[in-house]
């Protein structure tokens, strides 16, 4: 490829503003398409995967890689039929874009509306896992953003070849729709270009999304780190807090909603910890403790550091506390704002807690795990945001819009409203989806 | 004062957390006790804002302030009772917190709400005038943040008397909720603290805006520049088009949403604009145009600065255009997506224009001067956004608020719904309000 970062970006900025005018059947007709090509084209792309796959296990036999890196990157034939699925299932979400959010008349003939549109260009860098260069393609197009998609180098054989059925199968759309990103040296100088990029949204590890939104003028949607929390309150169901307990822990450890420290309740340790510990030993659970808690269980101390740690793993601290506001104390020093659950059968004490907790999302009574664009019924999950502007938590396509006003009016002038004799405003809302002109009409 | 700026903003944290469950007749109680402490304490506010007009004088002496300056410092009894009653109007909006925006039954007593909360810390940045002040810290209150207030050193004197009158009003609101800082050095700390300022919201020149985002980690919400647009189309009403150019320009050139720009279609340049160029240069606009502009009227010769040039004054550029699609590529190539206006009776190019403009407002047959958060209807206006992540264009109470999901279980785990035994999710909108507890009451 001849031409530079900059340019190409450039390219993605104009193909933007006529994707966002694209309307939804054409978007969705796109989506079908690139689902097709994928079949079509699943000879090429698996080829090209056993490339990714050889290379990669030249590394795993060197040290280099993990198995589990190597799994993650394999394609095969059922693999490549649930990502067409997966395009086919973004298609039928409701359209994100075009809905009037608010109307509002300012004066007779003059009417406002906020309507939902794309955010721009939205450059993306993922993981190893090649499926995800085709969702994050397909909820860029459903979601009209032109994106810029850099993949890990262990897929590239992978991701080039998918990137190339996917633009082949779109040649309806604006050129510069989707743009594959290869070498570091361009994330460098797409992270420079916060006047041409709208949004970066980085997936991976908790340290590489930290160097992004520290490398950035652009704004940053993902999240840094789960470390999320259980409590374990005096008045709580035991049976149910074991459950929900293990439930965070141990159905999959290794994911940013999983739970990283216990609290309990001091009232409540000496008859929940014993039985509570077992469980987890037996499932295999590396524990550690507060003094307090190695007075009625044994197992290794904690340190200050265990309480900042997102383990993603078998691993587990437990600290006893007072009552639920060193709980909430507690989980906002040391949490990453992300998922917080509180066990209890007393409504007061967990309103103190939900409301207390400073967190995307907190939880009465229910495993940590539900935090998840899937399970919220948010669709096409866009990403986790662990910030609080924009977009927080599970993160659906409505995370990949912003709005516009919209304003309708028959040759309206500032100087009517201002001064002595200004006329007031009527600021009134309805119900009503922007027309462009439909005052003219009338 | 002995603490260090990161006590400060520590101790803001804490307070945050406190004061976001604070209710609103509390809230809005807080900001009536402000307003009438203004009204008490109205002696020492004067008498400490002559000290800083003084020394303002002095530099107005010296050329090294503007008179508009010194005006915009001095504050008098009425000036004073108008910053009372804009803390009252504050208190009279609607509260923008504890709204459900969405309530979603996951599956049977598992229910997800999606609650507006504050963000937290906002870090504010402001000019010379000392109702600015007032204003910021209301508008904080009235949404539950904590703040950092940094104001002009021109205002030093007043600004620490107003700010001591706010927090003596407000002794029984969270310790810490406002914090005045005023060393530059404090600035530069404050920046640097992403972990524990959620937003910081400049105000003052576009260079400055620039340079704070430039120079922090935090998102910032503000605007940079307003270079406007008004477009007169072929088929445009020529002489509501005249008047809304006019409107634009002159009613107050000194704004953001003033245009800076008139785009004229070459099929009514002829007819257009020696009668617009005439009844701008009676107003006093200094006027400059392109070569086919310089055709049909005497006006200087614009350079590829003035296309992307806020004046801020009584002087425009003018460009002669083929179409309306070279109008919509002008505005969005040097244009500051703020506010962008079309003048025409055709429905379908006025929605060419609005649909392909790339601007937080775009106008049909109205003046650029609407773009304004009281105009909008949005009530109190913490500030105009020309990003696209959060908040767009005027930004009311809502802007400085995010959202939080709630999650009430009674006893849920995510292994129930995963694996070959899934239970499916029902995912079905209801109309509610959370209360925490309301599934074990039942």
Redesign the interface.
């Known amino acids: 490829m001849t031409e530079t970062t900059e340019q190409q970006v450039t390219a993605a900025q104009s193909a933007?503003?006529r994707l966002?005018?694209v309307d939804a059947a054409e978007r969705d007709a796109a989506l079908s398409a690139i689902a097709d090509a994928i079949r079509d084209n699943s000879d090429a792309i698996l080829a090209a995967n056993e490339e990714d796959v050889a290379a990669a296990e030249e590394m795993l036999a060197e040290g280099e890689y993990t198995q589990a890196l190597v799994d993650r990157l394999k394609l095969d034939e059922g693999k490549l039929e649930s990502i067409a699925e997966m395009v086919e299932s973004v298609a039928e979400q409701d359209d994100p874009l075009g809905e009037t959010l608010a109307a509002?008349e300012?004066d007779e003939d003059?009417e406002?509306y906020k309507v939902a549109v794309p955010?721009?260009v939205v450059g993306t860098i993922f993981e190893s896992r090649p499926d995800a260069l085709v969702q994050i393609a397909a909820l860029a197009l459903k979601s009209g953003n032109a994106v810029i998609l850099k993949g890990g180098s262990e897929a590239s054989e992978s991701n080039r070849v998918l990137y190339e059925t996917i633009v082949e199968a779109t040649g309806d759309l604006p050129v510069g729709w989707a743009t594959l990103i290869e070498a570091h040296e361009e994330v460098d100088a797409l992270l420079e270009m916060d006047d041409k990029v709208?949004?970066v949204m980085p997936r991976g590890s908790s340290e590489f999304v930290s160097y992004i939104?520290?490398n950035t003028?652009i704004?940053v949607l993902g999240h840094t780190e789960g470390v999320c929390h259980v409590y374990v309150d005096e008045a709580a169901?035991l049976e149910?807090a074991g459950?929900?307990a293990?439930?965070a822990k141990v159905?999959?450890p290794a994911v940013c909603n999983a739970v990283e420290t216990l609290l309990v309740n001091d009232a409540v340790a000496d008859e929940f910890l014993p039985e509570m510990v077992a469980r987890y030993r037996e499932a295999g659970v590396t524990l550690r403790g507060d003094a307090a808690t190695r007075d009625v269980v044994d197992v290794d101390p904690a340190t200050d550091d265990d309480w900042e740690t997102e383990y993603g793993d078998l691993e587990l601290s437990i600290k006893v506390v007072d009552d639920v506001y060193e709980a909430v104390d507690h989980a906002?020093t040391f949490g990453s704002k992300h998922t917080e659950s509180i066990?209890?059968?007393?409504?007061?004490t967990?309103?103190t807690f939900?409301?207390?907790i400073?967190?995307?999302?907190?939880?009465?009574?229910?495993?940590t795990?539900?935090?998840d664009g899937y399970?919220?019924?948010l669709g096409a999950e866009v990403g986790i945001s662990t910030?609080?502007?924009?977009a927080?938590?599970?993160v659906g396509l409505e995370g990949l819009t912003?709005?516009?006003?919209?304003?309708?009016?028959?040759?309206?002038?500032?100087?009517t409203?201002?001064g002595d004799d200004a006329l007031p405003?009527t600021?009134r809302e309805f119900d009503g989806e922007w027309r462009?002109?439909?005052?003219?009409?009338e």
Do not use: C, W
Not at 343 to 348: G, I, L, Q
Not at 358 to 367: E, G, I, Q, R, T
Not at 387 to 390: L, N, R, T
Not at 436 to 441: A, K, M, V, W
């Open positions: 933007a503003l966002a005018n509002r300012l003059l406002l955010i721009g709208d949004l939104q520290d003028q704004p169901d149910m459950d929900v293990f439930d159905q999959y906002n066990v209890t059968e007393d409504a007061d967990a309103e939900m409301t207390g400073d967190a995307a999302s907190v939880f009465h009574n229910a495993s795990r539900f935090a399970r919220y019924g910030g609080k502007i924009h927080r938590g599970p912003t709005y516009k006003y919209y304003l309708e009016g028959d040759g309206q002038l500032v100087a409203y201002a405003f600021h462009p002109g439909h005052l003219s009409d």
